[in-house]
Every structure is written in C-alpha cells, then in structure tokens.
C-alpha cells in the first residue's frame, strides 16, 4: 500500500524549533518530487515546499524562506521539514505529499494524515 | 506570486445536480491546473491533474476543463459523498498557490 505518515508535530513556543518526518512506503521514494503543505485551523491549503528527486533542487514559499529547511533521505524513504524561528502564524496541519508522476512537480496525488503543529506561549 | 481566485466560495446543492466551480489565476497558467477534494479531518484528494486529467479512480461525474487564466470544475450529477471543499492550485511556476476553496453543501 502506498503511504506516508507525518511524525513530529507539537507544541513549541514562539520562536522555537520542530523537525517533521514523513516515512513513505509502498512506492519508489527516490524517484518523485516531495512537498510539504499546510492547513491552519478553518482555513485554505498553502504549499510551503518542494524538493526534487535527490534534493538537488528545493523550493518554498516566501513566508517560510530562511527559517524551514525542506530534506530527504532516500535510503530511508524518509522526507524532512525543520522549522526554525517559529510563529504563531505557522500553526497548522502539516502535510506530506508526493508528485503524482515521476516527471512532475506540480500537483501532488498522496498525502499523508497530517501532523499538527501549534506555536503558542 | 500566481492568484488563484476561486468561485463560489460556498454552494449549497441536492443530490442530482449539477455544479460548476471556478477558478481563475491572476496569470496564463498553460492548463498546470489541480483540483482537490477536502472532507472535513481529512487529508485532500487529488482529483483532476492538468486541468482535464481524471485521476485513477476518481468517477467521471468530475469534469475539469479550461485553458490559460480560466478554468472550471463540474460535477455532472452531485452524489451524497461529494460533499465537501474543494480547492484549485496552481502548477505552472513557484510558489505553488491554491485557491481559496469552495464548500459544495447539501440544500
């Protein structure tokens, strides 16, 4: 069965750091774009960040640029999002998702169950 | 940054209708056009890549068509577990942007 499952979210103060995992399985890990996106509470998706096949490339959105740090280790089929100088703003759902094809970046066809993250005092 | 502006931003339906959602982007896109499909606590569903693209396994009641900045999501005959939110998003270049989302809500 082809699945991911988000790890590592909680709650963390403003200003702090958390470190997301995804472990992918049932699928070529290394052969797909990964993204990370988010929900916050009652409202809209928002992609934070894309990175290539063996990690060569990486994009963000601009909100997150310079504090999160998208990565991936393919021997372990695992994808990584490290958020530094977290906001209040950041609070969400997290989601890993994978490309929906091997030669694509933009959309993406599974996803895991999310991992909330919230930044309070 | 591409705009994705969605609408409605609600619709309320019954069962056997039709309904169209749309989404416009604040520049040519090249048909790099997702839709999803939301239910509440869960994980969205990819149902349409490349503007038109039916994903596997997804009924063909779901259409999307639409070129350059303007495109359109119809469900042909609404069924009870199509209630949800749905959102467009955008492919053609980063940042990745989604719109805003549409409740399809039962009437």
């Known amino acids: 069965e082809v699945q991911l499952v988000e790890s590592g979210g909680g709650l963390v103060q403003p200003g702090g750091s958390l470190r997301l995992s995804c472990a992918a399985s049932g699928f070529t890990f290394s052969t797909f774009w990964m993204s990370w996106v988010r929900q916050a509470p009652g409202k809209g998706l928002e992609w934070v960040a894309n990175?290539?096949?063996?990690?060569?490339?990486?994009y963000y959105v601009d909100s997150v640029r310079g504090r999160f740090t998208i990565s991936r280790d393919n021997t372990k089929n695992s994808l990584f999002l490290q958020m530094n100088s977290l906001r209040a703003e950041d609070t969400a759902v997290y989601y890993c998702?994978?490309?929906?094809?091997?030669?694509?970046?933009?959309?993406?066809?599974?996803w895991g169950q999310g991992t909330m993250v919230t930044v309070s005092s | 940054d591409i705009q994705m502006t969605q609408s409605p931003s609600s619709v309320s339906a019954s069962v056997g209708d039709r309904v169209t959602i749309t989404c416009r982007a604040s520049?040519?896109?090249?048909?790099?056009l997702a839709w999803y499909q939301q239910k509440p606590g869960k994980a969205p569903k990819l149902l349409i890549s490349a503007a038109s693209t039916l994903q596997s396994g997804v009924p063909s009641r779901f259409d999307g068509s639409g070129s350059g900045t303007d495109y359109t999501l119809t469900i042909t005959s609404l069924q009870p577990e199509d209630f949800a939110t749905y959102y467009c998003?955008?492919?053609?270049?980063?940042?990745?942007?989604f719109g805003g989302g549409t409740k399809v809500e039962i009437k």
């Open positions: 990175i290539k096949q063996h990690g060569s490339e990486k």
């Open positions: 520049q040519t896109i090249s048909s790099w």
């Open positions: 998003q955008q492919g053609d270049r980063y940042p990745l942007t």
């Open positions: 998702a994978r490309a929906y094809s091997s030669s694509s970046d933009d959309a993406f066809d599974i």
